[in-house]
């Protein structure tokens, strides 16, 4: 765990080294692949704290895909649902560590991923738990794509500190005993991937104009909390350039620009109309993070204001 945000911390301006000097231990790669929780635990909070970025850890956990992490090479993107993917980190943890167990129960509507250390911390490993937490939260936003709701996703952590509240609203974090951490979601996302997930090895780029146009849609989903998605870059995931994806999705009547409104115009009224979360959260889950800019958007694409929307369309329990 600690060498990605090692590599984090190096490219934010920090020094590796300083931070190795004030946990006890030199540059070597064996050492920080595999230092004792308490140190490595020391080494974050340190590195968060010297940054003063409290939400340094949970950022790179998010913005790394887990399935580049040596770790986690187990996992096979391009075939698993959520479900098996979880599976298979639980199952190859013990290979990396024997200082925590990881179980995944599953009930009618809600499953359950818990972390549950085998010894008792001396102190909260607040950023640990937000490295984790950012992880996992990406893991399932890579895995459901616009399934994703934030206010389905409960996390019982160490310190809600470490956490933003732009990916997590904070009525989604719990505090918790030192000794565990709990994330609770809905069950039928576990069963969400495998053939829904966009094949990044492919040899050969998808050219059926249907294919490709609900290959954009997933990686939009993917990206749609970003102000503002690169064609180059969502191009890129399927092994296509900029100018033959103009071209396929110009024949199939759509456009890059059209996709990404009609996702997060969707998107937005299903949040509005089917969750708590405040109107300044919705804009960020979607890619609009000023309040006056979402409210615009969003009027141009209903008619009603956010505040409007929600009030005449709001799903209310049967």
């Known amino acids: ?91 190859d943890a013990p290979r990396m560590t024997n200082q925590a167990g990881y179980t995944l129960t599953c009930g009618a509507e809600t499953a359950t991923l818990a972390g549950n250390r085998t010894f008792k911390p001396l102190c909260p490993p607040t950023q640990s738990d937000a490295f984790f937490t950012g992880l996992i939260v990406r893991l399932i936003r890579d895995s459901i794509g616009w399934h994703w709701n934030p206010a389905r996703f409960n996390a019982r952590i160490s310190g809600k500190s470490a956490i933003p509240d732009d990916v997590l609203p904070r009525a989604s974090l719990i505090p918790s005993r030192n000794t565990s951490v709990i994330f609770r979601f809905p069950a039928r996302w576990l069963m969400i991937g495998g053939g829904d997930r966009i094949n990044r090895n492919a040899a050969t780029a998808p050219t059926h104009s249907k294919d490709v146009v609900d290959n954009l849609q997933r990686e939009l989903a993917r990206r749609l909390d970003q102000p503002d998605p690169s064609l180059r870059q969502v191009s890129a995931a399927f092994s296509l350039s900029e100018r033959s994806l103009q071209s396929v999705l110009k024949q199939a009547g759509t456009s890059f620009r059209t996709e990404l409104i009609c996702l997060r115009a969707e998107r937005s009224k299903t949040l509005l109309t089917e969750t708590d979360l405040n109107l300044s959260l919705i804009g960020r889950q979607v890619g609009l993070p000023l309040p006056s800019s979402f409210n615009r958007a969003f009027r141009s694409w209903t008619g009603f204001s956010p505040g409007l929307y929600r009030k005449r369309f709001r799903k209310r329990p049967a």
């Open 1 to 91: 765990m600690l060498r990605p945000i090692l590599d984090a911390y190096e490219k934010a301006g920090g020094s590796v080294d300083e931070v190795l000097h004030r946990v006890g231990l030199h540059d070597n790669t064996d050492q920080t692949e595999y230092l004792p929780s308490t140190l490595a635990w020391n080494a974050l909070e340190f590195m968060a704290e010297s940054l003063g970025d409290p939400h340094f850890c949970f950022r790179v956990g998010y913005q790394a895909s887990a399935y580049d992490l040596p770790n986690l090479s187990i996992l096979n993107e391009t075939r698993q649902t959520l479900g098996e993917s979880m599976i298979a980190l639980i199952v």
